[in-house]
T-cell receptor, first 113, second 115 residues
Framework: KQEVTQIPAALSVPEGENLVLNCSFTDSAIYNLQWFRQDPGKGLTSLLLIQSSQREQTSGRLNASLDKSSGRSTLYIAASQPGDSATYLCAVRSGGGADGLTFGKGTHLIIQP | GAVVSQHPSRVICKSGTSVKIECRSLDFQATTMFWYRQFPKQSLMLMATSNEGSKATYEQGVEKDKFLINHASLTLSTLTVTSAHPEDSSFYIC???????????FGPGTRLLVL
């Protein structure tokens, strides 16, 4: 059974810093990996999706990497801003097509103004 | 981007009643939708996979007779929590997969409180 772990569980940094969020998964046979953002009491916003054949994806100040063989992914946030404060979730899809996602518990990020 | 809506956003009900939650894909057709549940400070857990025109596939430990799922069209799936109890209080969130990209887009969620 796939398990997803995110480290750290919480992180608080001053505005402007670059930071890295970590995600690991136990079964490397994944179809893709997705990073989401969740604001308090809200739904999820998809940030980046990395297919199993890819090694990284970039969107603006965000860069996500994937090392499938070691079961790891990182989300790099450059020049953090207070608006980046949220919970960041990592999720993997283990099968193609119709399989649902397995989520980590998330990293609660606070960017101090 | 693809938009998924959920209704209602929040519901409070008495123990023993049934609650229906709707999930709609607004600008794309979704042959598959997913239902998740999130308890406080826990990760989202997949409850079931909803396939248009066929029976839903439930995850281990999820009672199919308690959580009724209907996916009657390519843009609508419903989750009915039957005879709700306080332990069913949770955040229920649906998602739909965009066929071309297989990215999952999530609805805003429904917060259920059973008194």
């Amino acid at each position: 059974k796939q398990e997803v772990t995110q480290i750290p569980a919480a992180l608080s940094v001053p505005e402007g810093e670059n930071l890295v969020l970590n995600c690991s998964f136990t079964d490397s046979a994944i179809y893709n990996l997705q990073w989401f953002r969740q604001d308090p009491g809200k739904g999820l916003t998809s940030l980046l999706l990395i297919q199993s054949s890819q090694r990284e994806q970039t969107s603006g100040r965000l860069n996500a990497s994937l090392d499938k063989s070691s079961g790891r992914s990182t989300l790099y946030i450059a020049a953090s801003q207070p608006g980046d404060s949220a919970t960041y979730l990592c999720a993997v899809r283990s099968g193609g097509g119709a399989d649902g996602l397995t989520f980590g518990k998330g990293t609660h990020l606070i960017i101090q103004p | 981007g693809a938009v998924v809506s959920q209704h209602p956003s929040r519901v409070i009900c008495k123990s023993g009643t049934s609650v229906k939650i709707e999930c709609r894909s607004l600008d794309f057709q979704a042959t598959t939708m997913f239902w998740y549940r999130q308890f406080p400070k826990q990760s989202l857990m997949l409850m079931a996979t909803s396939n248009e025109g066929s029976k839903a596939t439930y995850e281990q430990g999820v009672e199919k007779d308690k959580f009724l799922i209907n996916h009657a069209s390519l843009t609508l799936s419903t989750l009915t929590v039957t005879s709700a109890h306080p332990e069913d209080s949770s955040f229920y969130i649906c998602s739909a997969s965009v066929p071309a990209t297989e990215t999952q887009y999530f609805g805003p969620g429904t917060r259920l409180l059973v008194l």
